[in-house]
């Protein structure tokens, strides 16, 4: 017979892929064992959702080689010492060799900035990493941001029987570059003109008062001339601060010109792919003919970057902790960013 929390596991897949009906939900949950009421079944709903999104949004990362979950199913006696994490995700490092990682997923709700955890579920993570001999990592999302950080147990601080982290520690100390959800630097200002016509049919890519989208012509500082479409603005609208645009007709022409001049402006890949899935209204389990919506936007979005010679960054945590600094050895090796890191303040 499954636990609790296994029978909730179970309900969780069963209504990720059939439409359950209320009434027979309600019946299931009254038959789930220490539960005390429907508000603590949702609250690990909440919980497995974000699970589920960090497995959808990372899977497809350029990094990733794959992402399995660890379902966590556990007896009580064993649960005692050792907790289960959510998945092991397999990486390729910098040689392009495959690295196993331990990953749980946390989430911080509402305002708040500050991901606190319970120590012996914590402890008990340490220790089922041990066992394993593969490094742990907390992917934590942060609601208030819309972003998500992968950061070492030992950049948190023990603080009254919990494990502590505020968001500009765990931002500063983000690893998310290991899966491949790199920083880029925008640092040239650019001016960019749509250029719709007047027609009879609008398309989705068209205005009702302008036209249907015609081209789009974007022009680097340095120079550089880039025939672009709407994918391209789509990613320019959805997190880039453009100025105010002025509009100039001509005959059935109409053009939009806006400029972006807030170089440098740095923003991560995983900030990108989830502002244009808002943008657009996508749901992140969409997909396009067999290829999911993550994959598809991440092609676009490194091709975008590249057009617009935005460089990519990697952080390197400014405090070294003996966890982290045996991840970065075995993700960069002899690398200048494992040197890098080396150098950093230890804690």
């Not at 392009?96 to 319970?118: H, N, R, W, Y």
């Not at 015609?214 to 340095?222: A, R, Y």
């Not at 010109?257 to 402006?265: G, H, L, R, V, Y």
Request: overall charge neutral; glycine content about 4%; aromatic content about 12%.
């Amino acid at each position: 017979m499954e636990t609790g929390i296994e029978q909730i596991c179970t309900l969780f897949d069963l209504v990720s892929q059939f439409n359950v009906e209320k009434a027979i939900f309600s019946s299931l949950i009254k038959q789930i064992p220490d539960t005390e009421n429907v508000e603590q079944i949702k609250k690990f709903f909440r919980g497995f959702s974000y699970e589920d999104h960090f497995n959808k949004l990372f899977s497809d990362f350029p990094c990733v080689i794959g992402i399995t979950g660890l379902k966590q199913k556990q007896n009580a006696g064993y649960k005692k010492n050792y907790q289960v994490p959510d998945y092991i995700v397999i990486v390729e490092n910098i040689k392009k060799k495959p690295i196993p990682l331990l990953i749980d997923v946390k989430s911080v709700k509402g305002k708040k900035l500050k991901c606190e955890l319970q120590e012996k579920l914590v402890d008990n993570l340490i220790n089922f990493s041990k066992v394993l001999g593969i490094n742990i990592l907390l992917s934590i999302y942060w609601g208030e941001k819309f972003c998500w950080t992968l950061n070492s147990i030992g950049q948190f601080s023990k603080i009254s029987k919990k494990y502590v982290i505020k968001f500009e520690e765990a931002y500063t100390g983000n690893v998310s570059h290991i899966l491949g959800d790199f920083t880029y630097l925008f640092d040239i200002p650019f001016e960019r003109k749509r250029f719709y016509r007047k027609t009879e049919k609008i398309k989705e890519t068209g205005i009702p008062e302008y036209g249907e989208l015609e081209k789009v012509f974007i022009l680097l500082k340095d120079g550089t001339s880039i025939i672009s479409d709407q994918m391209d603005s789509t990613i320019i609208d959805s997190v880039l601060p453009m100025s105010k645009a002025t509009i100039e007709k001509k005959d059935d022409i109409t053009t939009i010109i806006d400029n972006f001049s807030s170089a440098p402006f740095l923003v991560k890949l995983d900030h990108i792919v989830m502002n244009v899935l808002a943008t657009t209204n996508t749901q992140i389990s969409y997909e396009i003919e067999n290829r999911t919506i993550v994959d598809f936007l991440v092609y676009y979005i490194i091709t975008f970057v590249k057009k617009m010679n935005a460089k990519r960054i990697y952080n390197v945590p400014d405090k070294r902790t003996v966890d982290m600094e045996s991840v970065f050895d075995l993700i960069y090796e002899d690398t200048e960013a494992n040197l890098i890191y080396k150098r950093q303040k230890k804690i």
